[in-house]
């Protein structure tokens, strides 16, 4: 439910609602209360109504407690409202939200990561993703946003997609999370790949303005989220990479 909510709010979107799918070989009454509890509570969190669904017993696909789950959600915004690469501007910066852990990429590393200590790690495999639909409520309201960019598959390497061809996010280097560290030191990749992996602690990336770069932080502390100015915009030739880190 988070990554479709905070995919959504990319593009400048509200999110509106959510319908769920949830497929088991034998249906447990508790078991799928758990989970449709889970999902409201999550729509609730993002602003959105959890309209329905559909729940599947397939013996013949799923084994003894396997299940399957996915879902979808649709959001609103005006065509001259759409944040992206047309907007962001040479000076504007880059705002990082921290995430809560790893939320939803590189597990099949980390189940070989930690294939015999899953109990021991188990707090930073479990750890919910961190929705940032109230962030993108404040920063409408009363900021300037040029693009936001969901850290999802492909690391921070998603953060590209938001760029114009000639205009490259110059990033200053942050201390890695515990947990990505250890990761790090067991599979013995280099820092570009991390960054290619996984969220490396920045869930969410926002241009904003430049002189609406330091209010706009406070806001969001404000209201709990941890931010960071992380870089800013700067022109760069035909053949730069679009990240260029300090």
Aim: with cysteine; glycine share 8%; charged share 25%.
């Amino acid at each position: 439910m988070a990554m479709c909510a905070n995919d959504l709010i990319c593009t400048g979107g509200t999110p509106l609602f959510f319908l769920d799918y949830y497929a088991v070989g034998k249906l447990h009454l508790k078991s799928a209360q758990q989970f449709l509890t889970s999902v409201r509570k999550a729509c609730e969190n993002a602003h959105m109504v959890l309209i329905g669904g559909e729940t599947a017993e397939m013996p013949g696909v799923y084994q003894n407690t396997d299940f399957d789950c996915a879902g979808f959600s649709v959001g609103v915004v005006d065509q001259e409202k759409i944040w992206g690469p047309h907007l962001v501007q040479d000076g504007d910066v880059i705002i990082g939200l921290e995430s809560s852990g790893f939320h939803s990429n590189g597990y099949s590393l980390l189940r070989k990561v930690f294939e015999s200590e899953y109990e021991k790690y188990r707090q930073w495999l479990l750890e919910p993703t961190r929705l940032y639909v109230e962030a993108a409520i404040i920063l409408k309201k009363e900021f300037e946003v040029h693009a936001m960019a969901h850290i999802t598959g492909g690391g921070i390497e998603n953060l590209p997609r938001v760029l114009p061809e000639l205009l490259k996010a110059r990033i200053k280097k942050w201390d890695l999370p515990e947990c990505y560290k250890e990761v790090q030191r067991r599979a013995k990749i280099s820092d570009q790949e991390m960054r290619e992996t996984f969220n490396c602690g920045m869930g969410l990336m926002v241009i904003v303005k430049a002189t609406h770069a330091e209010p706009a932080k406070k806001s969001l502390e404000a209201i709990g989220y941890k931010a960071h100015l992380l870089g800013v915009m700067a022109p760069k030739t035909k053949d730069e990479p679009h990240v260029e880190w300090a």
